[in-house]
């Protein structure tokens, strides 16, 4: 209870404007004022934007030569190979384009390595499979943009290179065919935060224009929206529209192995949201790559036979238990370790190694250790005197930035601000350790390491009724930079005593003047125990539509709660 720092915006007068201006409830307009939308052109395509608004392809630089030369190998039969990465944003990048470019014709395959075996990125002995696959044109989505040696081994063979890519440069860019990245100064593009997959559908928006065929561009949003939810790319601009309309397209899915994919989920018949693309979709997707299976994920998307993308479904399925099981029981060490060695009072950055975690697995615990302690966590896995790591961080610190400060130490790297992989030599660990940690003590402030919840608006749950419930649909899909509104309801009565689910979740009704509210507190089994029935609380909550049975139901879901 009050585990965090409670930051409440209070109702400004460019918010009153804002709501006078466009017609929308005040706490509505200070949402939006909140996400530094305050003039009423702005807002009203926040809330009503259509696809028409999103970005012409052809302000990425690169574009413009990049579709000339596929149309070029379209034209004169060249073969073009495919290279991508193993998560989910690489996994469907390379579906997207895989089918776009044989919807016109263009003889087409695909490579991307094995997490395990392998690792990330272009490496300059892939040449050779291109080479062996008799492609004279190699397009990489999600990663190349450090290909340096490859794109050199490439061109001295005669093979083209076109880069896609979203993740930050090194020192020297490839002298690529063509460069697709959007967070690149000479790219001149509006929108820097676009996944793997987004700036693919670019390039597909590009060649589909091209060939006259612009209205079946849209039909790629389902995998946009799936591969942009699942890479944690910032739900502003194009990103919140593509994925908008990508999640509202699949409720009508033709694709068979989607379709199996979306029923395994138990979403059949549902509106999909991000909650259901980041927790049930993209994990299993996702576990063919963190278990070195990638080839049966890509594969789903091509059956076209209901028995087989059936088998290869539940396969994905046992696969992700599978990664539960393995990723619960290095969370679990790695916790054990931290408090045995009261490692999150020592250090203000967690690095932690061992020979017997997963490789593929120990970033999804990284993750889950920055929220339990709120501070940037790498976790290594050891392996033939090498450290493979994978890191996530709090908001305020870079992890990229990091790593670039003890490049010398690091045999490669790569990211983006919250998250990154790096590999190096294991004896270098404890140097690694040291400077990464002298640098976070330079960089990361007690202030920062302290949970914060920035609350939206103070409301009554009387406020929360028909009208303010459309406001926040439109306010959706919630995600990074686009954050699910936050709320604070003061002196709060709760009705009879709170429930203790499963031993760790919590369960109140609530009573705000005469209306009622279901409230859950989720792993916050011990605040059952802490509250009784008639105390009046104030409470921090966001709002959560649940269905069960094919009805749906509004409750609260608690961050924090604190006597009143």
Sequence with gaps: MNEALWILTPLDEMARGLSAEIGIPAHIAQILVNRKIADAETAHHFLYGTLDHLNNPFLMGGMMKAMKRILKAKCSGEKILIF????????????????????????????????MKQ????????????????????????????????????????????????????????????????????????????????????????????????????????????????????????NRLMVKYGLDALSNVSNIGLKNLIEN???????VTVGDVGFR????????????????????????????SINMVKRLDRLNTERQKIEEKIQKKSIARIEERNLSRKYRLLVLGCDEWHRGVIGIVASK???????????????????????????EFSLINCLKHCHPLLLNYGGHIVAVGCELERNNMPRFRATVNSYADEKITDQDLKRKLRIDAKIRFRDIDTVFMEYMSLLSPFGVGNPKPLFLTEGAEVVGAPK????????????????IFEALAWGKGRWADAVCAGDSIDLVYSLQLSHYLGEEKLNLSLEDIRLH
């Excluded at 384009?97 to 044989?102: E, T």
């Excluded at 002995?125 to 490439?154: M, P």
């Excluded at 993209?282 to 209901?306: K, M, Y």
């Design 84 to 115: 991508g990465d193993y998560d989910v944003d690489g996994i469907l990048s390379v579906v997207a384009l895989s089918k776009a470019l044989r919807s016109m014709g263009i003889d087409v395959d695909y490579f991307i390595p094995d997490r």
């Design 119 to 238: 690792g990330y990125g272009l490496k300059s002995e892939y040449v050779d499979i291109a080479r062996q696959n008799r492609s004279s044109l190699v397009i990489s989505v999600d990663c190349g943009i450090k290909a340096v040696d490859f794109v050199e081994s490439a061109k001295r063979q005669g093979i083209d290179v076109i880069i896609t890519d979203h993740h930050q440069p090194g020192r020297r860019l490839p002298e690529a065919c063509s460069i697709l990245n959007p967070v690149l100064d000479s790219s001149g593009y509006p929108d820097k935060h676009l996944a793997g997959i987004g700036v693919v559908f670019k390039l597909i928006q590009a060649l589909l224009h091209e060939e006259g065929n612009s209205s079946l561009a849209p039909h790629y949003l389902k995998l946009v929206s799936i591969g942009t939810v699942a890479d944690v790319a910032a739900l502003t601009g194009e």
């Design 265 to 271: 989920c138990g979403l059949k018949g549902r509106k």
């Design 281 to 308: 979709i993209g994990p299993r997707i996702n576990a063919a790559g963190r278990l070195g299976l990638t080839d049966l994920a890509v594969r789903l998307f091509f059956s076209e036979s209901q028995e087989e």
């Design 369 to 395: 250790l920055k929220d339990l302690y709120h501070r940037p966590v790498i976790l290594f896995f050891y392996q033939d005197g090498r450290a493979f790591g994978s890191g996530r961080s709090i908001k």
């Design 500 to 515: 203790k689910l499963s031993g760790k979740h919590s369960k109140f009704l609530l009573r705000d003047d005469s209306v």
